[in-house]
C-alpha cells in the first residue's frame, strides 16, 4: 500500500525559508513516474507548485520559480519542496502527490505553510 507522508510545515515570517519533506512507504520513489508538490489556500483551487519526473526533470509554477526548489533523495525515499523568500501569498496547505500507471495517484494528508508577520 502506498502512503505519502509530509512533514515540515510551519508559521514563518515574510522572507524566511523552510523545507517540506514527504515520504514514501510501500513503494520506491523512483517507480512514481511524477511526483509533485500542490497547495490549496483558503477558497481557493488546489494548484501545482513543482514537479519531479521519475528522470528527474523538475517544473516549477511561475510564481515560485527562483524561490523554490524541489528535490529527493532516494536513500530516505523521500521527495523534498526547499521554499525560500517566502511570500504571504505562498500560505497554503501544501500536499505530496505521486502518479503512476503502475500505482495510481496518492495523496499525502497536507501541511499547513503559514506566511505571516
Known amino acids: 500500500q502506498v502512503q505519502l507522508v509530509e512533514s515540515g510545515g510551519g508559521l514563518v515570517q515574510p522572507g524566511d525559508s523552510l523545507r517540506l519533506s514527504c515520504t514514501a512507504s510501500g513503494v520506491n520513489i523512483f517507480s512514481i513516474n511524477l511526483m509533485g508538490w500542490y497547495r490549496q489556500a483558503p477558497g481557493n483551487q488546489r494548484e501545482v507548485v513543482a514537479t519531479?519526473?521519475?528522470?528527474?526533470?523538475?517544473n516549477y509554477t511561475d510564481s515560485v520559480k527562483g524561490r523554490f526548489t524541489i528535490s529527493r533523495d532516494t536513500t530516505k525515499n523521500t521527495v523534498y519542496l526547499q521554499m525560500n523568500s517566502l511570500k504571504p501569498e505562498d500560505t497554503a496547505v501544501y500536499y505530496c502527490?505521486?502518479?503512476?500507471?503502475?500505482?495510481?495517484?496518492?495523496w499525502g494528508q497536507g501541511t499547513q505553510v503559514t506566511v505571516s508577520s
Open positions: 519531479i519526473t521519475a528522470g528527474g526533470v523538475k
Open positions: 502527490n505521486g502518479a503512476s500507471a503502475r500505482y495510481g495517484v496518492h
